[in-house]
T-cell receptor, first 118, second 109 residues
Framework: GAVVSQHPSRVICKSGTSVKIECRSLDFQATTMFWYRQFPKKSLMLMATSNEGSKATYEQGVEKDKFLINHASLTLSTLTVTSAHPEDSSFYIC??????????????FGNGTRLTVT | QKEVEQDPGPLSVPEGAIVSLNCTYSNSAFQYFMWYRQYSRKGPELLMYTYSSGNKEDGRFTAQVDKSSKYISLFIRDSQPSDSATYLCAMILTDKLIFGTGTRLQVFP
């Protein structure tokens, strides 16, 4: 069964509004979670690393003020897309390492959230 | 040159065929090697992962790593229509997971 749960699976919002996506680790604690973005027929691009109890680490070119990440507990990380625009429409996927805390560990992925901004 | 190269396909095979999916990489510092399967509109599902050179088998799947050639493969035996998906290789370099572009596989009855 799924070990990483992501919600919602699909969301449609109007331009200018904000959307929050939740990522939960099931039956294990994750001090680190990762957020990816995937465009159609493209591979996954790492956006940011979510760290429990501290600030997220963003990849080059990712606007931290637009993509707010909060890792408030050992089982929950959230990604908020603020003031969304149509170009933010994409498939967002979270993941957590198998070991829960190790960077050098294979990742389990959630089922993704398809965001459409109209 | 990309860090991880993977033929995007599509690869179309008949049911029951043996499928070979491959990736090459450029950095010998890569550590864990993984294969993920991704169905349309779903997140990637971890199929197999290994650390060392050699073969690792799990049911119909065999993962092969050749560190000297910087080459990894995934073999699928007795392929089924339900195996139709995109297969992504991935490798870990220090704290980052680097993905290949994915190979789209279609198994027809």
């Amino acid at each position: 069964g799924a070990v990483v749960s992501q919600h919602p699976s699909r969301v449609i919002c109007k331009s200018g509004t904000s959307v929050k996506i939740e990522c939960r680790s099931l039956d294990f604690q994750a001090t680190t979670m990762f957020w990816y973005r995937q465009f159609p027929k493209k591979s996954l691009m790492l956006m940011a690393t979510s760290n429990e109890g501290s600030k997220a680490t963003y990849e080059q070119g990712v606007e931290k003020d637009k993509f707010l990440i909060n890792h408030a507990s050992l089982t929950l990380s959230t990604l908020t897309v603020t003031s969304a625009h149509p170009e933010d429409s994409s498939f967002y996927i979270c993941s957590a390492p198998i070991g829960g805390s190790s960077y050098n560990s294979p990742l389990h992925f959630g089922n993704g959230t398809r965001l459409t901004v109209t | 040159q990309k860090e991880v190269e993977q033929d995007p396909g599509p690869l179309s095979v008949p049911e029951g065929a043996i499928v070979s999916l491959n990736c090459t990489y450029s950095n010998s510092a890569f550590q864990y090697f993984m294969w993920y399967r991704q169905y349309s509109r779903k997140g990637p599902e971890l199929l197999m992962y290994t650390y060392s050179s050699g073969n690792k088998e799990d049911g119909r799947f065999t993962a092969q790593v050749d560190k000297s050639s910087k080459y990894i493969s995934l073999f699928i035996r007795d392929s089924q229509p339900s195996d139709s998906a995109t297969y992504l290789c991935a490798m870990i370099l220090t704290d980052k997971l680097i993905f290949g572009t994915g190979t789209r596989l279609q198994v027809f009855p």
